[in-house]
Structure formats: structure tokens, C-alpha cells
């Protein structure tokens, strides 16, 4: 390992799960709760190519779910004929690799897990 990306790796966290809160909502029910789970954060290295070549594909490595346990909660409020439930996942371990649809946001600017549309309700800590 280089000075310099010795130096960088401590400035930067490592890809690996963290407590962060996080909101779920479903259309139907009135509001959105926030909890605390656990989810995928940190930094990766990455490459850029200093010459591109159409025929070349670059792949960008990510922090993303390495192993997962799915959870369900019950969002409150929700009327008569709308599922209140809804099931996410919960980051057992985290990885450095290709984002993977089903359990991460892949967009390029996305909104911060907390992101709420709806009236927020907090989930009671234990």
C-alpha cells in the first residue's frame, strides 16, 4: 500500500453495516415511520479510466449488502383493506461491489434513508 492511500484509508470509513435511521411508507397509510436499522455505508475504491474507449465498460464498485436478513414492520394507521406491513432489508455484512436493484438505491443522487413523503411517526426505542 502506497503512502498516500494508506494515508486516505483512514480519513475515509470503510464499507460495513451501520445504525442509521431509516423511514418506510406505503401508499394508503397516512404516515411514515422512522427507525433504526442497520444498512450499508462507507467508501470504495474506485477507478476512472484515463482513456475511454466506447467498446470498454467501466464498473464502479459500491458500498451494497453482502448478506441480508429480512425484517417486517407494521406501519400504523393504515385503513381498512391496505396491508400495513411492509418487509426490508436489514445489513448483516456489506461489500464493495455492483449495486444490486433489490436491495439498494442505485441512483446517482439519491434521497437520504430518513426521506419521508408522508406525516412521520417514530418508532418507539426499546
Same mark, same amino acid.
Given at each position: ?12 470509513? +470503510?464499507?460495513?453495516?451501520?445504525? =442509521? ?5 406505503? =401508499?394508503?397509510? +397516512?404516515? *411514515?415511520?422512522?427507525? %433504526? #436499522? ?9 477507478? =476512472? +479510466?484515463?482513456? @475511454?474507449? +466506447?467498446?470498454?465498460?467501466?464498473? %464502479? &464498485? ?14 400504523? $394507521? *393504515?385503513?381498512?383493506?391496505? $396491508?400495513? &406491513?411492509?418487509?426490508?432489508?436489514? #445489513?448483516?455484512?456489506? $461489500? ?5 436493484? $433489490? ?5 446517482? =443522487? ?8 408522508? %406525516? @412521520? #411517526?417514530?418508532?418507539? #426505542?426499546?
Amino acid at each position: 500500500m502506497t503512502a498516500e492511500l494508506h494515508l486516505l484509508s483512514y480519513r475515509m470509513t +470503510p464499507c460495513e453495516p451501520v445504525n =442509521e435511521t431509516v423511514s418506510v411508507e406505503k =401508499e394508503g397509510c +397516512p404516515k *411514515c415511520l422512522l427507525f %433504526q #436499522a442497520s444498512i450499508c455505508s462507507g467508501h470504495c475504491l474506485t477507478k =476512472e +479510466p484515463v482513456y @475511454k474507449s +466506447p467498446l470498454s465498460m467501466v464498473y %464502479q &464498485h459500491v458500498c451494497t449488502y453482502k448478506d441480508v436478513r429480512y425484517e417486517t414492520i407494521r406501519l400504523p $394507521d *393504515c385503513p381498512l383493506g391496505v $396491508d400495513p &406491513h411492509v418487509t426490508f432489508p436489514v #445489513a448483516l455484512s456489506c $461489500d464493495c461491489s455492483l449495486c444490486t436493484m $433489490d436491495t439498494s438505491d442505485c441512483t446517482i =443522487e439519491s434521497l437520504r434513508p430518513d426521506f419521508c413523503i408522508s %406525516q @412521520k #411517526a417514530t418508532l418507539p #426505542a426499546f
